[in-house]
């Protein structure tokens, strides 16, 4: 099979982590008899400071070419430090999951035997963890009206949702539960908030098209709490993008390190496969930022977007057997050899 897939290394570690998938990626493809065409593309601060736009058209055109995407960090310092900056490379993001309808961010939280006692959370909390968030992406708060008025002194953001937008989602949310463990948790406000409201309603008008699922519905408070007492009890939650970027990255210490979890954007036009952790500028250059999410979000796109299962099999037990024999960079190297995010890569590679 002949790859297309276009590649948005951009801001920080973003480039580092991007090669060590391309060399696993590489690999695999060799290995399997595959063929992967590579078109890089800019994104980010990266972009900014080439061409003043943080998602320019040609990269658009390439990732709409392309039959994925696979894609780092996007982040600087500088426009951290500058609220008052009028172009970020944060707005990349959001233009980019827009025009290519990237609507469900799929984030899968799971633990490693090796690195289970790694976790700051009990190991009888997290045992059997295996959970997965869908996040909806291009709707909500992140996407509403938002200014400032009364001489700036008072400012807003606008939550708005569609019955469109969320069942689209849950639709998704169902169809993976059925593909699981038959066990859907859709997250909301519903006591507060008009938009949770419709979620909820929307969400209760589908179950009776999909009898096999067992669906509960939680406020986000009680699920944030619930994420560190009782991970195991959920299978698949829907919820929206605040509440998502929220709950995700909490979920995501239960393994030990946000340098694990790998993550998936489903989308109209295409799909988008990136690790969950930032630009990380401190560790930029520095050949020590961890690669490993990056490259399971390679497994993810092989299964996700080509259906080739045995070749994402294929990394997925490469990356487990690094992490049991201590093939790892400096945050899990706990006192033990640390190895460069290029060894970690290069070692995965080579044991492909």
């Given at each position: ?5 276009a590649?948005?290394?951009?801001d920080?570690i ?9 060399k ?8 399997f ?16 400071d ?5 998602y ?7 990732c ?6 696979l894609?780092?960090?996007i ?14 490379p ?8 827009q025009?290519?309808g990237l ?11 090796s690195?289970i ?15 997965v ?5 291009t709707?909500?708060i ?8 009364d001489?700036?002194?008072?400012a ?14 849950a ?13 859907l ?9 008009e ?14 098209d ?7 519905y939680?406020f ?10 009782w ?45 969950i952790h930032g ?13 490993l ?9 092989f ?6 299962k045995?070749?994402?099999e294929?990394?997925?037990e ?35």
């Amino acid at each position: 099979m002949k790859l297309n897939i276009a590649l948005l290394a951009g801001d920080g570690i973003g480039p580092e982590v991007i090669d060590q998938a391309v060399k696993v990626s590489d690999a695999v493809a060799a290995k399997f008899g595959h063929e992967i065409s590579w078109t890089p593309a800019l994104t980010g601060a990266a972009a900014i400071d080439a061409v003043g736009e943080p998602y320019p058209d040609e990269t658009h055109e390439a990732c709409v070419a392309a039959d994925a995407v696979l894609f780092g960090a996007i982040g600087h310092p500088r426009f951290d430090n500058d609220p008052s900056a009028k172009v970020r490379p944060e707005q990349g993001l959001l233009k980019m999951r827009q025009k290519l309808g990237l609507f469900a961010n799929v984030r899968p939280t799971f633990t490693f035997p090796s690195l289970i006692d790694k976790s700051p959370l009990k190991r009888e909390r997290i045992e059997g963890t295996d959970l997965v968030f869908l996040r909806e992406l291009t709707g909500g708060i992140y996407f509403g009206k938002r200014g400032r008025e009364d001489n700036d002194n008072t400012a807003y953001d606008t939550c708005t949702y569609t019955r469109e937008e969320v069942e689209r989602l849950a639709k998704k949310g169902f169809e993976m539960a059925m593909q699981r463990n038959k066990k859907l948790c859709c997250v909301d406000k519903a006591n507060v908030l008009e938009t949770s409201r419709l979620w909820r309603e929307t969400v209760q008008k589908l179950e009776k098209d999909y009898p096999e699922v067992e669906v509960s519905y939680e406020f986000v408070d009680a699920v944030a709490m619930r994420l560190v007492q009782w991970p195991s009890s959920y299978d698949v939650l829907i919820t929206e993008n605040l509440f998502g970027d929220i709950l995700t990255d909490e979920a995501s210490v239960i393994s030990g390190s946000m340098g694990l979890m790998p993550s998936a954007s489903l989308g109209e036009k295409t799909s988008l496969f990136e690790p969950i952790h930032g630009s990380y500028p401190q560790a930029a250059g520095k050949d020590i930022a961890n690669p490993l999410a990056t490259v399971l979000s390679a497994a993810m796109m092989f299964e996700t977007a080509f259906g080739l299962k045995d070749e994402a099999e294929a990394i997925r037990e490469v990356v487990n057997k690094s992490l049991a024999e201590g093939v790892v960079t400096e945050d899990l190297a706990d006192g033990g050899k640390a190895y460069k995010t290029s060894e970690v890569g290069t070692w995965l590679a080579e044991h492909i």
